[in-house]
């Protein structure tokens, strides 16, 4: 690397230089907005669906488009480019300035959320015209739209993740300083300079964005920014090797789940999609008690692990950045889980209403995610065998035992995890319950999958230390994964969860005056005979539902009150917190 950053000298210094001007007129443009808005009164309305809880101007991202714009253009002008590098710069000429004045205008006089689709589309249609687009071989029917898809995803994702202070610009500067060095001797120059250029631009913004907040970047900023990174993550990823083409979109890691799971979680609720809210994985981290600023230097600390990881393939061979990798998603995979539990959502009018199958598939879908989870750490567990027993290199004699063995392991293990109930949810207090059933699972998985091979190819030119290793690591991997949640709960708190009471009305009046007034909120009731779904006097304190599948929407849990109810009953209920897959709690949940 040091012999790259010596030939690179010249692009470096350009860089240096370059980004520290970049930074010195964003953080003079953004202090000059901020007074000029304050001056004139170019100050919003607060909306309430936002987090901020004072108005604040949001023309921060006119002085992120301008610092960035001028001294591109300054830099470049004139220069001696190459033909692709040529491509980029019509890209940011003509492309940068549209997408600004498509979120200054979004800003001012708030578009539908169709039409600004409509012309993210066209932004990133002229982007992949001018040949800026993932390589996958010269599959252009793959190459194309992927990458429109993620232009628009990104710049979407980005005006998501702009929810609180500091956060879209910081992860924005963090992933451009990773991709900055990652870039060093590989890349185009252009497209280096232009990510020092970034990180200046989001540097001197940050200075009067970080909490507390006293200018906001708004949709012009924030597209404007998912625009400029997208384009250069798509041109620097065709001068990556085939196997580590898509390792740049790593550094996106936290956009890219964080509107996962609010589309997710929204669809769920029966939510609009496209409207504002407070549900996003920065607000969770505040419900659990931590402060703004620091829920935001948690992201940042994920941004920093999972740039460190993209910035690894300088120093690892593909096949260990990849498996790095990895672990590092699917801990973001059990973040994410951890956080969408935490309560966030509360009783109103539903823009639709999701189906029973709709339910049943919230329901059964973390265990699919599970399966799916298990057979990366499988595939993961069996390659790094390899990798540990031949110190850091397979020889390529076994890439092909490799390949063919890969299919029969996951399928032998998958069956035995099935069989032996590895998929019975998010389990709590589950290590000391759960340790035995995991050791035997994969001990036997292990056992059946070295009978299969020798079966079918006697164990010929197999490593039994591989698979010795192989079975510590997969047990280890799943030990770990199953526990995260609980690692979570220790480090940022445990989520309070929404409960459910179910019963007769006059049980619930005698429960609802020992329950302390912080838990409140947190109950929801379910009467079981009709004449009570009136209220009962008690509409104004308790949040009611009408029926199982609404409770479902929002409770994993309920008590049952079961004060003078029949047998049939207390069955009928029974078969129901079966089929919605409700937890049934004692009292003390409660009170």
Known sequence: MISQLIFWQPVLRVSVWGGVVSFLFSGGMTWLIWRLCLRYR??????????????RPILGGVALFLSFYVSFVYIFMGSELSAFEWKIWWVFLVGAPFVFFLGLVDDFFCLSPQIKLLFQVAAACFVVGMGVYLPLGGILFVEIPLGIFLLVGLMNGLNLLDNMDGLCGGVVGISAIFLFFLSLGKWPGLITVSLALLVGAVGGFLLFNFYPAKIFMGDSGSLFLGYTLGVLILGGSRFQEVENVFLPILVLSIPIFDTGVVIF??????????????????HRLVALGISERKAVLILYLIGCIVGAITLSERWFSPVITWILASLCLVGMFYFSVFLSNIQVYFPQKRVWKVSSAGVRFYQFAPRLLEIGIDIILITISFVSAYLIRFEGS?????????FQTIPILITAKVGIFVSMGLYRGFPRNFFFQNFKRILGATSLSSLICVLLVTMLWRFEDFSRAVFIIDWALITLMILVSRTLLQVYESLLGAPRRAIGIVGKMEAFRVIWEEIAEEKREWIYFLPLEEKDREGGGLEEEVKFCDSWEEMAFYCQGFVLLQYDLSASLRQWVWENSQRYGFEVLPLKEVL
């Open 42 to 55: 170019w100050i919003p309305e607060l909306s309430e669906d936002r987090w901020a809880k004072a108005p």
């Open 265 to 282: 979680l929204r669809w769920r609720h029966g939510r609009n999609i496209f409207q504002g809210g407070t549900d996003h994985l920065s």
């Open 394 to 402: 397979v020889p390529e004699v076994y890439l092909p035992l490799i």
